[in-house]
């Protein structure tokens, strides 16, 4: 092949385009969608009608919300799982289950602590 015959960087290009473009499509099952969709609310330091606000509007779209705090945020957890059910009480939603634990994790002065989670899951009726 001569200079003149090989396809330009640009021609390569639109030609690669051009082959994706006309493969077909792969067709995504719905569980895969749910899946790739973020179901649990990690709660931290922001105020908590910022928790109560993404946990309600996951509800809208998802069977269930997964709210998960550990150490001293488990009482925000608390409160944000308690004003969805308590003042949202005509939608229907309740505590379907609650979990807690306990993870070893290491502080920066070398030690293992040992700091408490809470998992809580909220459904719609």
């Known amino acids: 092949?001569?200079?003149?015959?090989?396809?330009?960087?640009?021609?390569?290009?639109?030609?690669?385009?051009q082959r994706i473009k006309d493969e077909p499509e792969v067709?995504?099952?719905?569980?895969e969608d749910a899946?790739?969709?973020r179901d649990v609310i990690f709660v931290g330091t922001k105020p908590i009608?910022?928790?109560?606000?993404?946990?309600?509007?996951?509800?809208?779209?998802q069977p269930f919300v997964t709210?998960?705090?550990?150490?001293q945020r488990i009482t925000q957890a608390v409160d944000v799982s308690q004003m969805i059910?308590?003042?949202?009480?005509?939608?229907?939603?309740?505590?379907k289950d609650v979990r807690i634990?306990?993870?070893s994790l290491l502080s920066q002065d070398g030690k293992t602590r040992n700091v408490s989670t809470m998992e809580i899951d909220?459904?719609?009726e």
């Open 49 to 61: 009608m910022t928790y109560v606000t993404a946990t309600l509007t996951q509800l809208s779209t």
């Open 101 to 103: 634990a306990s993870d």
């Open 85 to 95: 059910v308590k003042r949202m009480n005509t939608v229907g939603y309740k505590i």
């Open 35 to 37: 899946k790739k969709t």
């Open 1 to 17: 092949m001569t200079e003149q015959d090989k396809p330009t960087e640009a021609e390569e290009i639109i030609a690669e385009s």
């Open 67 to 71: 709210i998960k705090a550990r150490g």
């Open 122 to 124: 909220i459904t719609r």
């Open 27 to 31: 067709a995504h099952t719905a569980e």
